[in-house]
């Protein structure tokens, strides 16, 4: 019965008019709105409208909240949302932001068990307990000047999704084909780490050799960031992850000085 009145509140909330004021900072402040066809981009503001009306904003060290700040946080967000049967980030309940670069208390265990606690400055963090944690002056960067290989809402949000299924593994919840996805994300991770310990150029951010749940979130800021690129490196990453969201940014990038095309699906 909840899922009922769920669906029903997220009908009418995706079928709301999108105000003039933050269509503008979508269109300013998501750099893949551009290469978008009109029917993603109607959906992207459906689910942008559900996350505005859904989720809490808290504005930390000082940062005064804007509208702009909201709107742009959630339309990057939903980009991972676009043309799959998924909820609305069911999980996340608050954005957390700070003016610029925090810092975060890490705890990480040893082999022996010993637990080694240090400070370290972020730019985003995502806990498991419903909340993103996010720098504006980051966030600003990213949707100002796209195309670098990083975005930070983007990766922090990747992780949302990987949360949804429980542990955050580096496999977010799948229609089907678990165990290519497994197979075919182990393969690559194995190549970035060897990759990143023998200082080799790459495609995708060294940071994803970190663990198989950054491997994820930095391959979905490269898919979005540099999808012509991944797609020539890393073919059968790329097939898996244009799978999993429903879009080919490639062939979007490729076809965007041409008339709007159809979206393309997997």
């Given amino acids: 019965m909840l899922d009922f009145f769920r669906r ?22 998501v750099p893949f709105w551009r290469h978008l ?11 942008a409208q559900v996350f505005l009306a859904e989720k ?13 700040m909201r709107v742009t946080v959630a339309a990057n967000a939903c980009l991972l949302l676009l043309g799959r049967e998924t909820g609305v980030y069911p999980r996340l309940q608050s954005v957390l932001l700070y003016p610029t670069t925090f810092v975060a208390q890490i705890a990480e265990e040893d082999e022996t068990g010993l637990v080694d606690e240090y400070d370290d400055e972020m730019d985003g963090e995502a806990w498991d307990i419903g909340a993103v944690v996010l720098a504006w002056d980051e966030v600003l960067h990213d949707a100002r000047h796209g ?29 089907s084909g678990h165990e290519e996805w497994a197979r075919v994300l182990a393969e690559a991770y194995a190549k970035l780490q060897s ?3 023998k200082r080799r150029p790459t495609v995708l951010d060294t940071y994803g050799a970190e663990d198989p749940s950054e491997f994820f979130a930095v391959a979905t800021e490269s898919f979005f960031e540099d999808p012509v690129a991944l797609r020539r ?12 969201y429903r879009l080919d940014p490639a062939g979007l990038v490729a076809s965007a000085s041409t008339s ?4 393309p699906l997997a």
């Fill in 8 to 29: 029903r509140r997220h009908a009418k909330l995706r079928a709301r008019p999108f105000p003039a004021e933050r269509l503008a900072v979508v269109e300013r402040n």
């Fill in 195 to 197: 990759d990143a310990d």
């Fill in 56 to 68: 809490n904003f808290e504005g930390c060290g000082g940062l005064e909240l804007t509208d702009e």
């Fill in 147 to 175: 195309r670098d290989g990083r975005h930070v809402v983007l990766h922090e949000f990747a992780h949302q999704l990987d949360q949804e299924t429980g542990e955050a593994d580096g496999t977010p919840r799948l229609a």
């Fill in 260 to 263: 709007a095309p159809e979206r």
């Fill in 37 to 47: 066809p009109a029917d993603a981009r109607a959906e992207l503001l459906g689910l």
């Fill in 233 to 244: 490196r890393h073919a059968h990453l790329y097939a898996q992850l244009q799978g999993l």
